[in-house]
């Protein structure tokens, strides 16, 4: 099949290296050139990582195609969005690429942006959906797929079924909701973690997310790895949508330069590397889950989401090795 997507970067280019190592044609495009450089750069050395796992390089590369033109988009069978994450920049790019090829279906990896609200800008938004990869696509198993209210049972049938042929496990998101699945329970646990922090310190509450959740990293450091400025949107972006993502003291640490790993310093010092956790105890785990656990039972209840689904994708998207409805029963919080 011919895959064309849209934007070279992080996500681009590792989508793109998921669909050749399947056997596909792919076509990269960006509007910056040297994006498209570092995204083969990138794929290249993320494939000679794979060499020893059976994995052809060459061979896989050569199904790789860069270009800045995108009148190469006819006559592929699917594109996939991986722009920036704007509405504005996405409605632009799926405007202009949907005018092109009328056939193809389209999938956005956004993670916040309403999938229906993306679906106005399209030719076809029958034919339109969310295809939601985790970071980094080529090692992450999970792929939330996202039905608009456009989308047709066809279309989200189809990408499911083309998702399973990638050796990739979809999550099958069967209404538009904010965050989707994964995120909303990542999101409550953030919120649950954040309100800790008057009796508690960030180290204490990771403690337990590792230790009794058995996260592979804890939730104050997963919001300083991804960046602070980049949650404090998000949580921004929940309120706006109505969701309860809250974390008071973000705003303060962003407007004090904290913006977590990339600038040294946020919940944890990262200026000698991955910080240690040194506490021995924290919080009851059942402070960290009860919303968590109430998020699943609201996904489940609006028919979002099977709670099977959902213990999967918490086990694939988030490293709970044993689940959350698992660990609900073994602390005894009712779901
Ligand atoms: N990075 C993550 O961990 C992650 C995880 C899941 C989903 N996402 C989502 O994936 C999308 C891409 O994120 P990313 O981290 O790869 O961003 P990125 O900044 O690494 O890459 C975006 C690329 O889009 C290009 N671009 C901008 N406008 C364009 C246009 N009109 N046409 C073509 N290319 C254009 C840029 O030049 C850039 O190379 C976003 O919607 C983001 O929310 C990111």
């Known amino acids: 099949m011919k895959i064309f997507i849209l934007g070279s970067g992080v996500m681009g280019s590792g989508i793109g290296q998921v669909f050749a190592m399947a056997g596909h044609e792919v076509t990269l495009y960006d509007v910056r050139e040297d994006a498209l450089k570092k995204g083969m750069e990138s794929i290249g050395w993320s494939l000679g990582k794979l060499a020893s796992k059976g994995v052809n390089p060459d061979e896989v590369m050569k199904r790789i195609s860069t270009t800045t033109n995108l009148q190469e988009a006819k006559g592929s069978s699917t594109i996939i969005e991986a722009v920036y994450e704007d509405l504005k920049v996405k409605g632009d790019a799926l405007r202009a690429v949907s005018a092109l090829e009328k056939d193809a279906v389209i999938g956005s990896n956004t993670s916040s942006l309403p999938i229906t609200e993306l679906s106005r800008y399209v030719v076809i938004p029958e034919r339109f959906l969310g295809t ?17 209210d456009l989308t047709s049972e066809e279309t989200f049938n189809h990408t499911v079924s083309l998702m399973n042929s990638l050796g990739k496990y979809p999550l099958p998101v069967r209404k538009d909701v904010f965050g989707f699945v994964v995120n909303r329970i990542l999101f409550r646990l953030f919120t649950s ?6 009796r508690y310190s960030p180290q204490e509450v990771d403690y337990v997310a590792m230790r009794e959740l058995g996260m592979p990293m804890g939730l104050f450091m997963l919001l300083d790895y991804t960046g602070l400025d980049v949650n404090y949107y998000i949580t921004k972006e929940a309120e706006r949508r109505g969701f309860p993502f809250r974390c008071s003291v973000l705003e303060a640490m962003v407007k004090a330069g904290k913006l977590g790993r990339k600038s040294n310093l946020g919940f944890y010092d990262w200026s000698k590397g991955r910080p240690e ?3 021995n105890a924290g919080p009851d785990p059942r402070e960290l889950l009860r919303d968590a656990l109430a998020e699943v039972k609201w996904l489940e209840d609006n028919g979002v989401a099977s709670r099977d689904e959902i213990e999967t994708g918490v086990k694939l998207g988030l490293g709970i090795r044993e689940g959350l409805v698992y660990l609900g029963r073994k602390f005894n919080i009712e779901v």
């Open 193 to 198: 973690a954040c309100s800790l922090l008057e």
């Open 277 to 279: 956790i040194t506490a």
């Open 132 to 148: 939601h990869f985790f970071n980094p696509p080529v090692l992450m198993k999970l792929v939330e797929v996202i039905k608009g």
